[in-house]
C-alpha cells in the first residue's frame, strides 16, 4: 500500500510539477500541495507503528513536494523547507489524525464503534485514586502481534498518552486541533516554546 501510494504520488510529482513550473501562478502551487496532503492523509491512521524504513518512503514524497514547490535544488537542506510552510512530517501527521480520533472520541464526537475502542484510565483502573487516573490518560490494551499494536485501538491510545496532560484537557475541538498542530511541530522540529 504504501508503495502504490508512493509511486501515484511521485508519478504525478514528474507531471505535474513540470505543467507548474512552466506556469508561475500560485493557485497551482495551492492544488498540487492540497492533491499531496490529502493523499498522504487519507486514511494515514493504517500508517501507525508502520516501520522506518516505510514513512521514509513516504517522507521522501513529502521531500519531493516541498522541494518542488519552494523550487530548491535536491542540495538544499529540506528541514527549514518544511518548517517555513508549516509541514508536518509524515511521522507526526500520523499522530495528529490518531490523537484527533481519539480527542473525538472522548469528547463525544466519534461513531459508536470507535468510542468503544477508547477507555479512559480512571475506567480502566481498579483504584481511581491513583495520580494515573487524574492524568486524563486511556488504557492501552494489550496485543500479542505486531498486527494488533497498529490497530487503532493500541496506536491510538498511546498516541494520546504522548500528549501533555494540559493538551489532553482540552475540550473545544478546533483549540485542541490548533495547540496539537504546534505541539507536534514543536517536537519535531525540535523546538521548545
Known amino acids: 500500500m504504501v508503495g502504490a501510494i508512493s509511486k501515484w504520488l511521485l508519478n504525478s510529482q514528474e507531471t505535474n510539477g513540470k505543467r507548474c513550473i512552466s506556469s508561475i501562478n ?3 502551487w495551492s492544488q498540487y500541495t492540497a ?19 516505510d514513512i521514509q518512503r513516504l517522507q521522501s514524497v513529502l521531500i519531493t513536494a516541498v522541494r518542488l514547490v519552494a523550487g530548491s535544488s535536491r542540495h ?6 518544511l518548517r517555513d510552510r508549516h509541514w508536518l512530517p509524515v511521522k507526526q501527521r500520523v499522530e495528529y489524525k490518531l490523537c484527533m480520533m481519539v480527542h473525538r472520541c472522548l469528547y463525544g464526537d466519534a461513531p459508536s464503534y470507535l468510542a468503544d475502542l477508547i477507555t479512559p484510565s480512571v475506567a480502566a483502573t481498579v483504584r481511581p485514586g491513583l495520580r494515573s487516573a487524574a ?4 488504557a492501552v490494551p494489550r496485543t500479542i502481534s505486531s498486527l494488533g499494536d497498529r490497530s487503532f485501538a493500541a496506536a491510538g491510545p498511546r498516541a494520546w498518552n504522548t500528549l501533555p496532560p494540559p493538551l489532553r484537557r482540552v475540550y473545544s ?7 496539537l498542530k504546534t505541539f507536534l511541530y514543536n517536537h519535531a522540529f525540535n523546538l521548545h516554546c
Open 26 to 28: 500560485n493557485n497551482n
Open 35 to 53: 492533491l499531496v496532503h490529502s493523499r498522504l492523509d487519507y486514511c494515514n491512521v493504517v500508517f501507525a507503528s508502520l516501520p522506518a524504513c
Open 76 to 81: 538544499d537542506h529540506v528541514t527549514s523547507l
Open 135 to 138: 492524568s486524563s490518560s486511556v
Open 173 to 179: 475541538p478546533d483549540t485542541f486541533k490548533r495547540q
